[in-house]
């Protein structure tokens, strides 16, 4: 789709499947199972969409998937479907590794970076992308290399330090406008340094939210993840970046949703929101 001067394309990973409970924290399976029904291991389905920016000269990819490091271990354990690829994605649009330009990850777990490196036939860990420069808040690497038995099993050295030897790391701190039109939004709450996407071009806005908001079943404000670290600063994350959506008619783009991808806000009489499809009339 267009946004403004920019063209955008949301690509795919696939798909695979977490724990329901804790993907909606302290919200009761009663009410989340409305919305998401579980499988009989109580997973549900989420997507792994990824966000591809063409714009000034350059291919920008918003994360990477899961990737395809992982054993078949893993696929099973999180019923994982690759059908298509990211790779597979990019090809629908004639795009290959070498003609990414930058990567921005909104953080470091294995189902945004995983995809950041690949094993070559060798058995080498190496980038992915390797003309790419990849960018990701300061704080949100140093503590994914200083991983603790909380955080260890969502932060894999695999997917990121193999950049640091072929220097492609860039680091921000804080909110910053990298690009004309494409900044870097610290969104804290499931990381205390997550950041999300914030797209501008002629007056349009679009917003990748990665794990501040990961499906359209978040939005009520206390559906907050189990796996968010700070879950009371993704509240009030949250209830900002709405705010500012519906005032602003901000498109809003969900990684994990299986069935939308994207849409804008809206508030009901009782001033909770809810989403309407991209494909409506842009909210004045």
Not at 8 to 16: A, E, H, K, N, S
Not at 61 to 88: N, Y
Not at 138 to 163: C, H, M, Q, V
Request: hydrophobic share 35%; proline share 7%.
């Amino acid at each position: 789709m267009k946004l403004g001067q920019f063209n955008m394309f949301p690509v795919t990973d696939g798909r695979f499947r977490l724990d329901g409970g804790a993907m909606f924290g302290v919200v009761p399976r009663v009410l989340w199972e409305k919305c998401c029904p579980a499988d009989d291991q109580h997973r549900i389905p989420l997507s792994l969409t990824c966000l591809l920016i063409q714009a000034h000269g350059q291919n920008i990819l918003i994360d990477t998937g899961l990737g395809s490091k992982q054993d078949e271990k893993f696929h099973r354990m999180f019923a994982v479907e690759q059908s298509p690829s990211l790779d597979d994605s990019l090809g629908h649009y004639s795009l290959f590794p070498n003609d990414i330009h930058l990567v921005i990850n909104t953080h470091l777990h294995f189902d945004h970076a995983g995809g950041n490196t690949r094993n070559d036939e060798n058995g080498r860990t190496i980038p992915t992308f390797p003309k790419a420069q990849y960018l990701v808040q300061r704080g949100e690497f140093e503590d994914a290399i200083k991983a603790n038995e909380r955080t260890k099993a969502s932060y894999r050295p695999e997917n990121f330090l193999p950049l640091l030897e072929h220097h492609q790391w860039e680091f921000v701190t804080g909110t910053t406008e990298w690009l004309p039109g494409i900044s870097m939004v610290l969104t804290p709450g499931h990381t205390k340094y997550h950041q999300s996407v914030k797209i501008e071009s002629e007056g349009h806005t679009a917003f990748f939210l990665g794990d501040c908001i990961p499906t359209v079943s978040h939005l009520p404000l206390p559906y907050i993840m189990g796996y968010d670290l700070f879950p009371l600063q993704t509240l009030e994350t949250k209830r900002w970046l709405l705010d500012q959506a519906y005032e602003e008619g901000w498109l809003l783009i969900f990684e994990h949703d299986p069935r939308i991808e994207m849409g804008y806000v809206h508030k009901d009489p009782e001033g909770r929101y809810f989403l309407k499809p991209a494909s409506e009339v842009r909210p004045a």
